[in-house]
């Protein structure tokens, strides 16, 4: 893919699939970008364009598997089946078609990168500054309410850094400074990534190992994340916790993992907007449907309220895979640093990695704000570096050329980043 035509698709992707999304101007371009950017990447490995990406051929068999064991049990009606598989699937669809297809990106596209990542964020505070009321609780037809300004914040903020060419205090106070908008609309979730953010970029100066150092700012960093989210947590798991839709999903979810070994109980079932929509017969079987935001027919229904609980659809394999996805992910991060010695990038997909699993506590994994997300972890995961153009001398009708590259050198560079 093109430089300059992904930052086109980035800059249109930034303005009506994140700022601008609950205009409804498009309401699927998450899914319509997650699907081409797979599909594209799919064509290219068939036609034999790209080598061949075993971990996303692995994902795609997974994923199809169990599309087709909850056709099989029957999880729910067709329809719920296809519209949660498709909303499951795009993270990772994202993921792994960008990383076979690994956009050129030179240092204009960087620069032009940088200019998206102002413009979002002298947006983010119009938007802000429009409609400054009642931003805690999120609001169809709003832009930007609940924890989603937070969470925009800290992905522009973390692609500005992505797009500087140097890892210098100049930068990382203006990505830092980038973030901070996100103080307007906060969220217990927004601090604790900020607060990693900030540890990340400030004390990681190498590949962080065991050592006494990280543990140390690695407990400083939970302190101070415990500290800024205790009260939210008193109130969802301590206060009345049986009458709250997050805690009762997280406890309800070993019962269902307990009675659909191993697989889960299928697409469409628990804890997802298509399992409201086409009610799941899992929250009348469980007596979940007495609690407020999960009984049938309630318009403001909560069963999005966390990502995590959804594991009981994929069951104790599902949950294996999870973990080996970010298994993968790691030794990608330490695999391109080992290669490339990109200290900012290295940082970089350590954020996401954060920003993923923190915002996880919330359904924000699988929302229009994880294509992005995946997007700059992708691009922390590799550099595109041009091929150098060799023009030909010709000297009295005789031509003479330059030394040919190495190709050959650089083709298995990339294979080695590839696998």
Not at 152 to 162: E, F, H, Q, R, S
Not at 203 to 223: E, Q, R, S, T
Not at 235 to 263: Q, S, T
Request: hydrophobic share 50%; with cysteine.
């Amino acid at each position: 893919m093109g430089g300059t035509f992904f930052c086109i698709i980035s800059l249109l992707y930034m303005l009506f699939g994140v700022l601008f999304y609950e205009l409804r101007v498009f309401t699927y371009i998450d899914e319509v970008v997650t699907i081409a950017i797979a599909a594209y990447a799919c064509y290219r490995m068939f036609t034999r364009r790209i080598p061949l990406s075993k971990p996303f051929i692995i994902w795609l068999i997974v994923s199809f598997f169990y599309l087709i064991y909850s056709f099989v049990i029957e999880s729910n009606v067709p329809e719920a089946i296809v519209n949660d598989f498709v909303m499951q699937s795009k993270p990772y669809l994202t993921f792994f078609g960008l990383m076979c297809i690994k956009p050129k990106l030179e240092p204009n596209h960087y620069t032009a990168l940088q200019g998206i990542c102002w413009m979002s964020f002298f947006l983010t505070i119009l938007i802000y500054i429009y409609h400054p009321n009642d931003r805690v609780v999120a609001t169809h037809g709003v832009m930007l309410t609940g924890e989603a300004l937070s969470a925009v914040a800290i992905l522009i903020g973390t692609l500005y850094y992505l797009s500087c060419d140097r890892d210098d205090w100049v930068n990382r106070f203006f990505t830092i400074l980038i973030m901070s908008v996100g103080v307007l609309s906060p969220t217990s979730k927004y601090w604790g990534t900020l607060i990693f953010a900030i540890m990340i970029i400030f004390f990681v100066n190498k590949p962080i190992k065991l050592n006494i150092k990280y543990l140390v700012v690695g407990a400083l960093a939970l302190g101070v994340t415990f500290y800024a989210v205790k009260d939210e947590f008193i109130y969802y798991f301590i206060e009345d916790f049986e009458y709250n839709a997050r805690p009762m999903l997280y406890i309800k979810m070993w019962d269902v993992l307990a009675d659909y070994i191993p697989f889960g109980s299928g697409f469409a079932t628990f804890a997802n907007p298509a399992s409201m929509i086409w009610y799941s017969k899992i929250y009348t079987k469980y007596d979940l449907d007495n609690i407020w935001g999960l009984d049938q027919g309630n318009e403001e229904h909560f069963a999005s309220d966390a990502y995590y609980p959804i594991f009981a659809q994929f069951g104790y394999v599902g949950i294996v895979l999870f973990i080996w996805f970010f298994v993968y992910l790691f030794k990608q991060i330490n695999g391109f640093y080992s290669l490339s010695g990109d200290l900012k990038r290295y940082k970089t997909a350590l954020i996401i990695v954060a920003y993923i699993l923190i915002q996880a506590t919330s359904n924000a994994f699988a929302n229009e704000r994880c294509v992005l997300a995946m997007t700059i972890l992708v691009l922390a995961l590799f550099k595109y570096k041009p091929k150098p153009r060799f023009t030909a001398l010709n000297s009295f009708g005789l031509d003479f050329a330059n030394f040919a590259p190495n190709t050959e050198n650089e083709k298995s560079d990339e294979d080695t980043v590839n696998k």
